[in-house]
């Protein structure tokens, strides 16, 4: 079973303009990574944030994590057509299990 | 190119027939796992190496599937009478052991049963 929704499921924009992409999770996390996967490609790791951090950033991406709510957000800024890809937020609770969401497709259009 | 590799990437069979995938990660990493991911869906794990040391099964695993990592090098993943429900895609990663959430990806072996 997976323990990450992601929401939207997809979601379709404009070149320049910033895409929000949001992940809810069930059980308590060590931390919450986000992954980009291009069409038929592996996956790469964009972003890494930890329990006890609220906020990250990396070039034009920022992640937001509140333990409260056990959510988090991945906001890219600027999109380009590069970024048209499937997003994943995964969660890993210790051990050695990274459980993946189902994940969001972005479409950038130029 | 030192990342993780997988083949074949494309493997098409008749239902009923054997496939085996291999895996090869990056070569200072201790840790490997293996993914199924189906259209629309993320990855789902599958199972986990700690060098030669198979540690965990999902119960995904049926016995149909077997994994090996003889040397705690390359692993192979082998299913047996293969059913049209196995046609996915076949993730693996692998991991250093410190940091087994950072964990870096092959493109993967789609895997069609027909």
């Known amino acids: 079973s997976q323990q990450g929704e992601e929401d939207p499921q997809a979601l379709s924009i404009q070149e320049g303009e910033n895409a929000t992409m949001n992940c809810s999770y069930k059980?308590?996390?060590?931390?919450l990574q986000w992954y980009r996967q291009n069409s038929g490609r592996g996956l790469v790791h964009l972003i890494l944030?930890?329990?006890?951090?609220r906020e990250k950033h990396s070039g034009r991406l920022r992640v937001t994590l509140d333990t409260s709510k056990k959510s988090s957000s991945l906001l890219i800024t600027a999109s380009r057509a590069a970024d048209t890809a499937s997003y994943f937020c995964?969660?890993?609770?210790?051990?050695?299990?990274?459980?993946f969401g189902a994940g969001t497709r972005l479409f950038v259009k130029a | 190119d030192t990342g993780v590799s997988q083949n074949p990437r494309h493997k098409i069979t008749k239902r009923g027939q054997n496939v085996t995938f291999r895996c090869d990660p990056i070569?200072?990493?201790?840790?490997l796992y293996w993914y199924r991911q189906t259209l629309g869906q993320g990855p789902e794990f599958l199972t986990y190496?700690?060098?030669?040391?198979?540690?965990?099964k999902s119960r995904l695993l049926s016995d149909r599937f077997s994994a090996e990592r003889p040397k705690g090098s390359f692993s192979t993943l082998e299913i047996q009478r293969t059913e049209q429900g196995d046609s996915a895609m076949y993730l693996c990663?692998?991991?250093?052991?410190?940091?087994?959430?950072?964990?870096?990806f092959g493109p993967g072996t789609r895997l069609t049963v027909t």
């Open positions: 990663a692998s991991s250093l052991p410190g940091t087994p959430y950072e964990q870096y």
């Open positions: 944030i930890r329990s006890n951090e």
């Open positions: 059980t308590s996390i060590n931390n």
């Open positions: 995964a969660t890993f609770t210790g051990g050695f299990k990274t459980i």
């Open positions: 190496f700690q060098n030669e040391a198979q540690l965990e």
């Open positions: 070569s200072e990493h201790n840790r």
